[in-house]
Structures are given as C-alpha cells and as structure tokens.
C-alpha cells in the first residue's frame, strides 16, 4: 500500500466521515484494503523501513565518534573509513550524507537582528537596472537606494553613473527627502567613500569626509563582502529591482521617463505599504522618527562635478564623451568644466564663458551659434585686421597704398605682410620711399616694392640686407627697436677725426 492511499483512506473515514464501503467505492479498492489502511498508525512503508532498519545502523556510533574527534571530515572521508575491512559499510553514499547532516551542526554564521532607535542611522547602496538607449548610445543605469533604518522610509534615485558627484549628489536629494539628517550613514565599500581599505579600517574619501562633516553623519563603513551588515538597504534594492523595475520595459522606454516614475512610485508604492518587517507603513512610522533627525544646514552642499580640462584648438572642451564649444580667445587655455544633471558650464578664470545643455548621448558635438560666430570673427581679426593696423599705423602713405590695393584682384593681406617683412628688413624710411615711387607709376604690388628697394642699395652701392630665419617667428615681432639716427653714426665720426690728426702730427 502506497503512502497516497493509506492518507487518502485516512482523511475520508476522519474528516468526511466515510464508511469503509463508501471508501472503496470512492477509491476503486476493496474493502479488505480499506480496513487494513484503517488499522495502521504509518504507512506500510516507513513501518517496514522502521521495522527493517538501515545498512547504516551498525556504523552510526563510528561515524558519531569520527565526526567528534574530526568536526570537518567529510562525508566522502567517512564512507572510506566505514567501508574498511570485511565487515565494513556496504551502502551508497546518500545514506552516509542525511546522517552527517543530522549530526554534524550547520555552517556558516549566526545573524543577530540589529533594531535601530528612530533617527539613528540610514543605508545607502547603489543597484544596477540594465541599459537604456539614448540615440545612438547604450547606457547603464544605476538607481541609488537609501532607507532610514528604523521607519524604512526609503528615497530612490536613478543615474547614469555611479561617479562621485553622482552618488553625493543623490544621498544630498535624500536628506532634503528625509527633511533631516540622521546620526549615521552606513555604506560599502564604494569608490565614491572608500579610498582604500574596509570596515573600521577603511580610509575614506576626502570629498566625502567633506559631506559628512557638512550634514554631521558619523561615516560608518561595512566590511569588504558582508552585505547582512547593512541588510536594510539590500532589502530596498532587491525590492526596486523586483517591485519597481519589474515588467515595466514597455512605460520606462526613455531616461526622461526613470525620474518621474521614481517619484511615483515612492509615494504611491514604496512608502504607503505595510512594510514586511515592521508591520507599519514607512510614512505613518517616519512620524515618530521626523523630530529626532538633524535639521538640514542653511548653506547647501556643493554636488556639481568639477573637472579640469584644455581647450582644444578647435575651441571644444571634453566632457562625459562630448564636445562642447567654447569662445575662441580661451583656446588652448586650462579650464574649470563644472555639470550638473541639466547643464555643464566651463569657466576661466572664475568667469564663466560657456554653458550648455548637458547631452548624455556619447560622441556627440555640442555647438553655440555665438561661439561659431565669434570663432569665425577672431580668425579674420587675427590673420587680417591686426595685419592692416600695424600697415595703417606707418603713415599717410601707407594708407594709401593699402586703400588702392584693396581695389586690385589680389590678396590684400598676402601683400601687407610681404610689406611689412620689408619695413623690419629694410626699415621704415626706405619702405616709405619705395611705397611712393610706386604710387608715381601706379603700381601696387608688393614685388615691386622689393624691387625699387633692392635698385636705391644697389643705387647707393650698399649690400642686400640679410634677412634673419628664426625658429619662432614671434620672439623678433614682440621685438621693439627705435628708428635709426644718422646722426649717431656721424657723431661717431666726429669723435675720431681729432683723434686720428693727433697720431699723425
């Protein structure tokens, strides 16, 4: 008689109040059957096992005295040492394996429940939620959980990243939640609190030391790979992983949308249920807590992400995987590139010179019409109108010449700086001369130029001048020499003439 059936005849004799006739009509077996399963206390089964025993029998005391003398020998171990000899243990393993299990105590640690006093403490942890796609990029995302441990009111955030700004910005956001600020902020081991270390030896973040001190919390650190000790926040992110995220592809489609539906659901869901532990709701507790957490301070905490950058040539700074512009008279410069969740900002020094909107999309170019515009004016300001003013600036003449070459089919700023090559090489006088010879032949070119000047040295039997070829260009323009004076060179003369009648008297 199998198990199912004595049970069977069991429940309808004692529950249903069934006949024995009834029964076997009912269970299609004869009434011998029925009065047999009646009249035994355990099923034919376990009483012939009982009745038989076990092939493990006559080894339990070996193996209660092996496992006494050796807590951690194995059950393999043991089946060896009980199959010795002729009269050793002839049976599988399976047997040997339910007995160590009864016998042996379990592994692994004890937990003790910790209770935390209202406004105590609260836990933070970050939990991933898969990807998201935003244009052509696919995105991470990270949601940060944070509970108070005594009324587990709990506040979600979701981010992109988990760098620093973004975990201090988003525990700043949970204490504005919280209206307060407990005793404590339990956390892991993260990148963004630990530097090195963990536990009570754990070295902590600056900037996070920073924070702590701001809002008061004592910084208490978990051990590395012992997630029970803040078992309350694990709890909350196994629950918005199970709860909030589960079957909701279809309504979470764009990063706009993770938000708003975090808000949402904390109010509607989260923090108005009856929580499994407390037998409370989250918001109906948290009114026991609110009067004991610390109020906020007046001054807020600084959560931007500040890095330094280099302004490209191209005038972009690099950001999150972007490029964004920036005015052309900060190129090449070092900046100051401070984001928030909406917008990155670059400042130089202590002046802000660029804000746009923040693109979480990677490889993106992020362009201001102004910035453009102004690239486009500082290249003609710079090849072109600081040429003509320095050209300008040497005379009456020279704006004669440049206003008539500006009516000729050529390059006006090809020829102005030929030109003034020819006023440091030649000097200003002599340029000036040859400008207005070749204004008397109406001839405005500045190889013309070159060439009445190289006709009044060779007029005048003086060399041609050697030009110089520096290696930088701008060390001999920042040069500033003054015009030469004859007669300095003529009081040089005068000054040895006495001399030499002297020597030759």
Not at 274 to 291: A, D, G, L, N, S
Not at 493 to 501: A, G, I, K, M, T
Request: glycine fraction near 6%.
């Amino acid at each position: 008689m199998n198990v199912a059936l004595w049970a069977e005849v069991r429940r309808l004799s004692e529950i249903e109040g069934l006949s024995q006739r009834l029964i076997a009509q009912r269970l299609h077996c004869s009434r011998r059957t029925v009065k047999r399963a009646l009249a035994m206390e355990q099923p034919s089964a376990t009483a012939a096992r009982l009745a038989r025993g076990s092939l493990l029998d006559p080894y339990r005391t070996l193996i209660d005295a092996l496992l006494a003398k050796y807590p951690g020998l194995s059950a393999v171990r043991i089946l060896e040492e009980i199959r010795r000899g002729p009269e050793g243990y002839r049976g599988g393993i399976s047997l040997v394996r339910q007995h160590v299990r009864q016998v042996r105590p379990a592994r692994g640690r004890v937990y003790q429940e910790v209770l935390y006093q209202p406004g105590e403490a609260f836990q933070v942890d970050w939990g991933d939620c898969g990807r998201i796609q935003i244009g052509n990029t696919a995105r991470r995302v990270s949601v940060l959980v944070a509970v108070l441990c005594y009324s587990r009111l709990v506040y979600i955030e979701f981010s992109l990243t988990q760098r620093k700004a973004d975990f201090y910005r988003a525990i700043v956001h949970a204490l504005e939640f919280f209206g307060g600020s407990p005793r404590k902020i339990i956390f892991d081991n993260l990148k963004a609190a630990v530097l090195n270390g963990h536990g009570r030896s754990a070295c902590l973040h600056p900037e996070f030391l920073a924070l702590c001190g701001h809002f008061c919390l004592e910084a208490v650190a978990c051990a590395r790979r012992d997630p029970e000790s803040k078992g309350v926040v694990e709890a909350g992110v196994r629950y918005v992983k199970r709860n909030a995220l589960q079957g909701r592809s279809e309504e979470l489609t764009r990063w706009e949308d993770y938000p708003k539906f975090a808000v949402r659901w904390r109010e509607e869901v989260a923090n108005v249920r009856i929580h499994e532990t407390t037998r409370e709701r989250p918001v109906e507790r948290f009114e026991k807590e609110r009067p004991l957490l610390r109020p906020l301070p007046r001054l807020p905490f600084d959560t931007d992400e500040v890095v330094s950058a280099i302004v490209s040539p191209l005038a972009r700074v690099e950001f999150d995987g972007n490029r964004y512009s920036t005015p052309p008279d900060v190129t090449r410069q070092t900046v100051i590139v401070r984001a928030t969740p909406t917008h990155v900002r670059v400042l130089h020094q202590g002046r802000e010179v660029a804000c746009h909107t923040r693109c979480y999309e990677r490889g993106q170019l992020l362009r201001q019409p102004e910035h453009h515009l102004e690239a486009l004016q500082y290249r003609h300001r710079t090849r072109a109108s600081h040429i003509e003013q320095t050209w300008d600036a040497l005379g009456p003449e020279a704006r004669e010449f440049h206003r008539q070459l500006c009516q000729r089919p050529v390059k006006t700023t090809v020829h102005l700086r030929r030109l003034l090559s020819f006023v440091h090489l030649y000097g200003r006088d002599e340029v000036l001369a040859a400008i207005r010879l070749a204004q008397q032949y109406q001839t405005y070119d500045a190889a013309y130029v070159e060439t009445l000047l190289l006709q009044e040295r060779r007029r005048r039997e003086l060399p041609p001048p050697t030009p110089l070829r520096p290696q930088r260009q701008e060390l001999i323009d920042d040069i500033e020499l003054e015009d030469p004076d004859p007669g300095a060179y003529d009081q040089l003369f005068q000054d040895r003439e006495p001399q030499e009648e002297e020597d030759h008297d």
